[in-house]
């Protein structure tokens, strides 16, 4: 039987509950002040407290402190006749798990204390995360302990023991900028200037003479001469971010940079000479953009002297446990005040299918920390969206193509003749191996928690057409390479295009 302690010093206000909370699994005990009810606590121990502000003696704002004080993890539920904005306000900043306005309307009132009582007791039985990260691994950022997160830990060592050009591909949100930065602050340059800037954000007019400075009277408003950030970065790293972006006329004069590290700026007619380290990040697969004429090639093998790929946080789930540790505590800190989280609502995050990827963990994280109740995240506190996702789970279209270490060429989306048809693959049999099952196992039972937020999907079709997918991009689209990758013949392969629609979305001939 669960306990309900009133404080309220209206003997009918007592009489009203004892009634409505007379047939029903709760325990009523009352109090008519602040102070009996402070004293009371620690001997009901009570599951919920509902309390009147205006009272003679300590008023409800200044009990609630104090239980607050008693007891952090108590939902405390504030009533008053006398509801005013400000009121409403400094109950919800001092941590009341609601806000009630007299007269009661009895089943909003039920259905509020039975709310309350079920938050307590998901609360009693969540368990504290324990410190899942090194101490240097918090203030890197860059957070992760899964294979693919691995291979991007190795390539940010080698890259720092160096001065060569990067290039961070990856969907939006995946944390390239973290990257960068990483590589910059383990790098020989670290004590030099670290400066980042947005291709996409800056109007093309001006990229350049923010990219390169300008003399004064190069264009209307240029009262004064400017040096750009390639000057100001002398002997750092500049980081170009979108650089997928970033028209064409900038694109040959970044060319010139990389090749002679000389530039003039805008209006002027001296040759600067920097000492600057190029980091470039796109969202965009640029081997396309070269493709359609859109980004110079030449600019391209530049810049792609060693590729990072970022992977998507669908594809390194097992990371999101260390990722909520992490942003829990850059969000609400280590002391009294810190947030923790339950089983059941870790269990949900890692079932969502995060299309924003890291970043959009940590907004739904920040907003769950703000919208909480109690010491502990609870289902609840998670948005609409993440409860009930109506997205399948697919891969992002215009994600960038991950790529070996080194020059790649542009990619041609053209299928080899049918002449050439796979050979079977090995026998089904290999599939028991247990070195094999060991590893599909937890991807079949993520798979099935997926599911299970999403009523009427089928797991098999849509598993099938997202591996379709992405056999064929792992093959850029060569469907002879694609059906031996799923050991299926092409004609299946080319039945299951058909089937699902995936000719339009990849445009595969």
């Known amino acids: 039987m669960e306990k309900?302690?009133?404080?309220?010093?209206?003997?009918?206000?007592?009489?009203?509950?004892?009634?409505i909370f007379d047939a029903s699994d709760i325990e009523l005990h009352t109090a008519s002040s602040g102070e009996e009810g402070l004293r009371l606590i620690p001997k009901v121990k009570p599951d919920l407290v509902l309390s009147d502000i205006r009272m003679?003696?300590?008023?409800?704002?200044?009990?609630?402190?104090?239980?607050?004080?008693?007891?952090?993890?108590?939902?405390?539920?504030?009533?008053?006749?006398?509801?005013?904005?400000?009121?409403?306000?400094?109950?919800?900043?001092?941590?009341?798990?609601?806000?009630?306005?007299?007269?009661?309307?009895?089943?909003?009132?039920?259905?509020?204390?039975?709310?309350?009582?079920?938050?307590?007791?998901?609360?009693?039985?969540?368990?504290?995360?324990?410190p899942q990260l090194e101490q240097q691994d918090y203030e890197l950022g860059v957070i992760g302990r899964s294979a693919p997160m691995q291979e991007v830990f190795k390539l940010i060592g080698q890259l720092a023991a160096s001065d060569a050009t990067a290039l961070i591909t990856g969907e939006s949100?995946?944390?390239?900028?973290?990257?960068?930065?990483?590589?910059?602050?383990?790098?020989?340059?670290?004590k030099e200037p670290f400066m980042a800037i947005n291709c996409a954000a800056i109007p093309e007019n001006l990229l350049e003479s923010e990219l390169f400075g300008h003399e004064k009277g190069a264009f209307t408003g240029a009262t004064a001469q400017r040096p750009g950030r390639f000057e100001q970065c002398h002997r750092g790293t500049l980081f170009l971010d979108e650089i997928g972006d970033m028209p064409p006329a900038t694109q040959t004069k970044i060319l010139r940079v990389l090749q002679n590290g000389t530039f003039e700026r805008v209006g002027?007619?001296?040759?600067?000479?920097?000492?600057?380290?190029?980091?470039?990040?796109?969202?965009?697969?640029?081997?396309?953009?070269?493709?359609?004429?859109?980004?110079?090639?030449?600019l391209f093998y530049r810049l792609n002297v060693v590729r990072?790929?970022?992977?998507?946080?669908?594809?390194?789930?097992?990371?999101?446990?260390?990722?909520?540790?992490?942003?829990?505590?850059?969000?609400?800190?280590?002391?009294?005040?810190?947030?923790?989280?339950?089983?059941?609502?870790?269990?949900?995050?890692?079932?969502?299918?995060?299309?924003?990827?890291?970043?959009?963990?940590?907004?739904?994280?920040?907003?769950?920390?703000?919208?909480?109740?109690?010491?502990a995240l609870l289902e609840s506190d998670l948005p609409a969206e993440i409860l009930q996702p109506t997205q399948t789970?697919?891969?992002?279209?215009?994600?960038?193509?991950?790529?070996?270490?080194?020059?790649?060429?542009?990619?041609?989306?053209k299928t080899t003749s049918p002449a050439t048809?796979?050979?079977?693959?090995?026998?089904?049999?290999?599939?028991?191996?247990?070195?094999?099952?060991?590893?599909?196992?937890?991807?079949?039972?993520?798979?099935?928690?997926?599911?299970?937020?999403?009523?009427?999907?089928?797991?098999?079709?849509?598993?099938e057409r997202e591996l379709v997918i992405?056999?064929?991009?792992?093959?850029?689209?060569?469907?002879?390479?694609?059906?031996?990758l799923l050991g299926i013949t092409r004609a299946t392969l080319r039945k299951r295009v058909d089937k699902f629609g995936i000719r339009r979305e990849l445009s595969v001939s």
Do not use: C
Request: glycine residues 6%; charged residues 25%; aromatic residues 6%.
């Open 56 to 130: 003679a003696g300590l008023n409800g704002l200044e009990t609630l402190r104090r239980i607050r004080q008693l007891d952090p993890q108590l939902p405390v539920i504030l009533m008053t006749a006398y509801g005013t904005t400000q009121t409403a306000i400094e109950a919800m900043k001092l941590g009341a798990y609601d806000y009630l306005l007299k007269p009661f309307d009895v089943p909003r009132l039920k259905q509020l204390v039975a709310n309350a009582l079920k938050a307590a007791r998901d609360t009693r039985q969540t368990v504290a995360l324990r």
């Open 421 to 463: 048809e796979p050979a079977p693959t090995a026998p089904e049999t290999t599939l028991t191996d247990p070195a094999i099952t060991g590893d599909i196992r937890p991807l079949a039972l993520q798979l099935f928690r997926w599911a299970r937020l999403q009523s009427g999907i089928k797991v098999l079709p849509a598993v």
């Open 470 to 484: 992405e056999a064929l991009k792992e093959t850029q689209g060569n469907q002879v390479k694609a059906a031996k």
């Open 308 to 375: 990072v790929h970022m992977p998507p946080l669908r594809e390194r789930q097992g990371d999101i446990r260390l990722l909520v540790d992490f942003f829990l505590r850059k969000i609400s800190g280590t002391g009294a005040g810190s947030k923790t989280i339950g089983e059941k609502t870790l269990a949900v995050l890692e079932s969502y299918h995060w299309p924003g990827n890291v970043r959009e963990l940590e907004n739904v994280l920040r907003r769950a920390v703000v919208v909480s109740k109690g010491p």
């Open 268 to 298: 002027g007619n001296t040759t600067l000479q920097v000492d600057v380290r190029i980091i470039a990040a796109t969202n965009k697969p640029l081997e396309e953009a070269v493709a359609r004429k859109e980004f110079r090639e030449d």
């Open 173 to 190: 949100g995946t944390g390239k900028e973290l990257v960068a930065r990483s590589i910059f602050q383990n790098s020989r340059r670290a």
């Open 393 to 413: 789970f697919r891969p992002a279209t215009n994600a960038a193509i991950p790529a070996p270490v080194g020059n790649t060429p542009p990619v041609s989306t």
């Open 4 to 19: 309900l302690l009133l404080i309220d010093d209206e003997v009918d206000v007592q009489y009203s509950f004892r009634r």
